[in-house]
């Protein structure tokens, strides 16, 4: 039987008019569903209806209409929960950048709602395999039992009462988790819950937070993703889930139900927002779950692979791959750069995230091929009534040329600042020459960001995330041990900046111990005391272990998840991690707005805004700056330096604050710069002491002790003040 009689019997008792071409994917209007899908190549888009159960194909039609390159067809009385997929004809013809072929089942790019996980299995692949393997000839095996459903989705939801903390940037405190991850493990959580929204909702999760001073959640991937074969052929999965298989929808892994997906994560959101909560998502618009050219077919290939994906020029048939994950996606294509912008402000506006986090942000920016501030996909961000005016956060580099672009991007965004990571983690380490760069890193980057006209918060600073060792992990190794990934430990960063105080792994030693917790501390501390946006992994607060595996990416089981067992031990940090939240909210000369200038204040005092000391207590000399052996620091920042006025029910400033940091092996004597008369300085953090019982104290004396791997923060007081 022809395909063509087949759509003619499967469509017996359905009326299908020629509906809209816009907006694209499925849109219930209180009657009917309205079906618009993008395929420039294409010769026929057939619509494929499934039951309740997701079990049987009950009808297949063809879109009746073609507006440009957009099919469409409304069906009256269709309804939400509908479950669809389509199949596409064309042309099979690599060598053109055409893959067509309506045997294999395809999930709609705009598809809101998914009925369940992908499930790996060869059909998948579009064509018949040789090896060595060869694309030439479609393969005519049907992949519908194995591909998700997509579900037309019901986007009622009450959100009545739902205000968006809008936190500044100033005062943002981003702490990066992922959902599962988050609650797995919690004994407080109730089990129906763990490792869902919900969970991530639940009140210990949301007391815990709060307790530690996080403002703004940045969600690794909720977007449905898919598992590479070459993991599910080993028995793993993509557990981060850089892997989007459909940018619109919910992940089901993170729904008690598949049907309740969506709704679930707008409870996640709403239940945030009501404790002062932002929510930021971690989305990846760089590439597909589809791989490389002879990956599977399961959506953007199927529809149009010559206008998603970015091609060689002198070879159609093959990919240009900057992401170094087989295909890159092509924001030069004006549909692809739509579909991008309008996932965006699906999640923005009527999923009411507060911000996005953009993995491999340049590919967004190759307009049309090197990295651009002035790409288009920025000027409509910039332009957009919802874009822009939610938090943006890229990771600024790829694997292509020129793809390392930290700095390079415009007014309005932040950047995950892989510079400020790398010179405190080697500072902290103990490695020489380190002096210079650490202070343009603490003091917000200005030599990254100002030139492009933005300010300290332009830098997101952190010393771990997802991607590489924890924070525990990291004063614990100095070898990646991802034995577990099945890759004879070949994967991963080989260089970490790490030290493991003198046992590689977990120890008894006592000696040992000590160093690790101050390390940890020392770093913790000056995270937060730093100018620009602090990051905080999520369970490094607890002292998460990946036990020396530093990309976890693969591992859905206890070396990801975090072990709320770890509360109230030897490796608990979160006291000491609330106490740094608490002065950074207290202090406003801890989040400037605008860069320090290294001139006097306007008041007239003669102090500048901020001064870079020695030892002995006098300002920093180019001999100083170039002597690599050095590995002391101190950071005076003036009292006028405060951007924030002072309030009658608040106490008065500090006249000055200073940082003074030891990153070598010997304590070191250092003095304390001249203040005025009738006032006296107090210490108010030391990593030396013991943080559960060290309170802040008054200096008498004209310096201080600073302890080898230490660090201080004092604080200049007068009389009553």
């Not at 869902?196 to 815990?208: M, N, T």
């Not at 929510?279 to 589809?290: F, G, M, Q, R, W």
């Not at 304590?667 to 304390?672: C, G, I, K, T, V």
């Not at 210490?683 to 104290?697: I, M, S």
């Amino acid at each position: 039987m022809g395909s063509s009689t087949r759509d003619a019997v499967t469509s017996a008792g359905l009326q299908v008019l020629p509906g809209r071409p816009a907006p694209l994917g499925a849109r219930w209007d209180g009657e009917g569903v309205n079906f618009a899908v993008f395929s420039g190549g294409a010769t026929r888009v057939a619509l494929c209806l499934y039951d309740a159960e997701g079990e049987k194909e009950i009808a297949r039609v063809s879109l009746p209409e073609r507006t440009g390159d957009v099919w469409h067809g409304y069906l009256p009385g269709l309804r939400p929960g509908q479950r669809y997929g389509y199949r596409v004809h064309g042309p099979w013809a690599p060598e053109r950048g055409h893959r067509y072929n309506p045997s294999k089942l395809l999930v709609d790019p705009y598809a809101r709602a998914l009925d369940r996980g992908l499930r790996w299995n060869h059909a998948f692949y579009g064509f018949t395999r040789h090896d060595p393997p060869d694309d030439s000839t479609p393969d005519g095996e049907d992949s519908a039992p194995f591909l998700p459903l997509c579900v037309v989705a019901d986007d009622a939801f009450e959100w009545a009462g739902d205000c968006p903390p809008r936190v500044p940037w100033e005062r943002t405190v981003l702490y990066e988790c992922h959902v599962k991850g988050m609650t797995r493990l919690h004994p407080d959580v109730p089990d129906e819950l763990r490792g869902r929204f919900l969970g991530l909702a639940s009140e210990p999760v949301i007391a815990h937070l709060r307790r530690l001073g996080v403002t703004t959640l940045e969600l690794l991937p909720v977007q449905t993703h898919g598992t590479d074969p070459h993991l599910a052929g080993r028995g793993l999965s993509n557990y981060w889930g850089y892997n989007t298989l459909a940018f619109f929808a919910p992940d089901v892994r993170f729904a008690s139900e598949p049907a309740l997906a969506v709704t679930e994560f707008k409870s996640l959101v709403k239940r945030l927002h009501a404790a002062g909560l932002e929510v930021i998502l971690d989305v990846v618009y760089n590439h597909t779950c589809e791989g490389g050219p002879l990956g599977p077919t399961l959506s953007w290939r199927g529809f149009d692979d010559a206008a998603y994906y970015r091609r060689l020029p002198d070879d159609p048939r093959r990919y240009e791959d900057v992401t170094g994950c087989g295909n890159t996606l092509d924001v030069r294509h004006p549909r692809v750069l739509q579909m991008i912008l309008d996932s965006l402000r699906y999640w923005a506006g009527e999923m009411h995230v507060d911000g996005f986090r953009f993995d491999l942000a340049p590919v967004l920016a190759r307009d049309p091929d090197a990295p651009s501030p002035r790409a288009r996909f920025f000027d409509i961000v910039r332009q957009d009534p919802i874009l822009s005016q939610v938090k943006l956060v890229v990771e600024p580099w790829d694997l292509g040329p020129g793809g390392h672009q930290l700095g390079g991007f415009p007014f309005g965004w932040s950047e995950w600042n892989d510079r400020y990571r790398d010179t405190v983690r080697r500072f902290w380490r103990g490695d020489r020459g380190q002096v210079p760069e650490l202070a343009s890193r603490i003091s917000g980057s200005s030599d990254l960001f100002e030139p492009s006209g933005r300010g300290p918060q332009a830098s997101v600073n952190y010393v771990t995330c997802h991607d590489g060792f924890t924070l525990r992990d990291l004063v614990s190794y100095e070898r990646k041990h991802n034995e577990s990934n099945a890759e004879e430990n070949r994967d991963g960063a080989g260089d970490n900046a790490s030290r493991n105080w003198g046992v590689e792994g977990e120890t008894a030693v006592h000696s040992v111990l000590r160093h690790r917790e101050r390390a940890q501390r020392n770093l913790l501390a000056t995270l937060f005391l730093s100018q620009g946006v602090p990051m905080l992994s999520h369970g490094d607060e607890l002292g998460r272990t990946q036990r020396g595996n530093n990309n976890a990416y693969c591992q859905d089981n206890e070396i990801s998840w975090v072990d709320w067992s770890l509360r109230g031990t030897v490796h608990d940090r979160g006291e000491w991690v609330a106490r740094l939240a608490h002065l950074r909210a207290a202090i406003p000369l801890l989040r400037r707005r605008q860069f320090f200038r290294g001139e006097a204040s306007p008041p007239g005092d003669g102090l500048k805004d901020v001064t870079w000391l020695c030892s002995d207590g006098s300002e920093m000399t180019h001999v100083w700056w170039g002597d690599a052996e050095q590995r002391v620091i101190g950071m005076l920042i003036s009292g006028h330096a405060s951007e924030e006025p002072s309030e009658p029910e608040k106490p008065e400033p500090a006249e000055a604050l200073l940082l003074l940091l030891n990153g070598g092996a010997r304590s070191r004597y250092f003095s304390l710069p001249p203040q005025p008369a009738g006032g006296h300085w107090r210490e108010l953090l030391n990593t030396a002491r013991d943080p559960v019982r060290a309170r802040a104290r008054a200096i008498r004396g004209k310096g201080v002790s600073l302890v080898a791997h230490s660090l201080m923060l004092l604080a200049f007081e007068r009389p009553g003040k």
